[in-house]
């Protein structure tokens, strides 16, 4: 009557352990990218080998379905649709590790070639986001200089290869921060993340940059935007607030918004700003829950986009990617896409159980 409480409890342990590593890497970073047709959505794998997981994203006049979703190795750091092709950007395995692009096949996502962009001429030395504008894909980064840059991924139409082609216009001082001088002999770094989308026939681009350096994960930072019309950029601006969680779409209204949360807020919201007359207004909230055993970290990442009839916004909310839809009549209620309530809640219970039933005996 003792031994057994202390093996169930020893076995919980173990079992709690190798769980922790599956907690360890939670479902991250959920990324969606779709037009007309559709489009698919992205979202880290929470598994040892690193990976992440999509779903198609399928509509018709009922309703908006999410396909069974399917594992792929690798670091996705950004899609971009074309008509029947895919285009990746993955981040290598370890830091050292050169970034590489993946072109796929839009029905399977079977990739049929891919390659490396890491050739300094063309000065895109950190590649980190991808984006089509007017049927051409781009990839956007930064040089070693802190310019924000672009290149042409000029795609052989038989979906043979990529060739990158260099786009002389950039960003001057982009990525870098008055208020961390940049040592001459150092690369300055590249922004956090990036968020882009369409509109009007330019892309409105995204991107965030760091304001301290060596602090925690989310650090304090700066908010910024230009537009790129496949050739030049426009002039940078700087959003009105700092977003550690950021993302822009298009609403079916046809107003581009930006949503995201606040650095440092603790307020269970996601923020909105409608882009009128050049200018970021305020916009209505929206509400979230903190649910689950990892739910207290809040919205850490978000993704929206739309197909005809509905806009998608996406969010991790600590180990966990849910969204809410928009079908006309604002947004609904929140739904999950991947969360692991049942087992974490079993592991803590199951746990206290065994400490209770040993104490009893």
């Known amino acids: 009557s003792t031994v057994i409480p202390i093996l169930v409890l020893i076995g919980l342990m173990v079992l709690l352990a190798q769980l922790n590593l599956d907690l360890a890497r939670p479902f991250t970073a959920p990324r969606l990218v779709s037009d007309a047709e559709g489009g698919f959505l992205f979202y880290g794998g929470g598994t040892r080998d690193p990976g992440f997981f999509y779903r198609e994203v399928r509509e018709t006049e009922k309703e908006a379905i ?33 970034w590489f692009y993946s072109l796929s096949q839009r029905e399977t996502l079977k990739r049929t070639w891919s390659g490396f962009l890491n050739d300094p001429e063309r000065g ?13 894909v781009y990839a956007f980064g930064s040089d070693v200089a802190g310019r924000i840059r672009a ?43 990036f968020a882009s989308v369409l509109h009007q026939g330019e892309l409105y681009l995204f ?19 230009a537009r790129f019309d496949g050739n030049r950029f426009g002039e940078m601006s700087r959003f009105q607030i700092d977003l550690e969680a950021f993302t822009v779409v298009v609403g079916l209204d046809g107003v581009l918004r930006v949503y995201g949360v606040k650095h440092g807020a603790r ?95």
Do not use: M
């Not at 009549?329 to 929140?334: P, S």
């Open 66 to 98: 999410l396909a069974k979703r399917r594992y792929v190795r690798g670091v996705l750091a950004g899609a971009a649709l074309l008509p029947d092709q895919v285009v990746t950007l993955y981040a290598g395995d370890r830091a050292e590790d050169p």
């Open 124 to 136: 895109l030395d950190f590649p980190r986001h991808v984006a089509t504008v007017d049927s051409q």
């Open 151 to 193: 290149a042409r991924l000029e795609i052989d139409p038989l979906g043979a290869q990529v060739r990158p082609d260099s786009v002389e216009a950039n960003v001057p001082g982009g990525a870098k921060v008055k208020d961390v001088p940049a040592d001459a002999k150092e690369r300055v770094p590249p922004p956090l993340e």
């Open 207 to 225: 991107w965030r940059v760091s304001t301290e350096k060596g602090t925690s994960r989310q650090p304090p930072g700066e908010l910024r935007w």
């Open 267 to 361: 307020d269970d919201k996601i923020l909105s700003f409608e882009f009128v007359k050049d200018a970021f207004r305020d916009g209505p909230s929206l509400a979230y829950k903190r649910e689950g055993l990892t739910g207290g970290a809040g919205v850490t990442a978000l993704a929206a986009g739309r197909t005809p009839r509905r806009l998608f916004l996406f969010a991790q909310i600590g180990a966990a990617i849910r969204y809410v839809k928009d079908e006309g009549q604002g947004f609904g209620e929140w739904q999950d896409v991947a969360r692991r309530p049942a087992e974490q809640t079993a592991i803590i219970y199951g746990w206290f159980a065994a400490l209770i039933c040993l104490s009893a005996l």
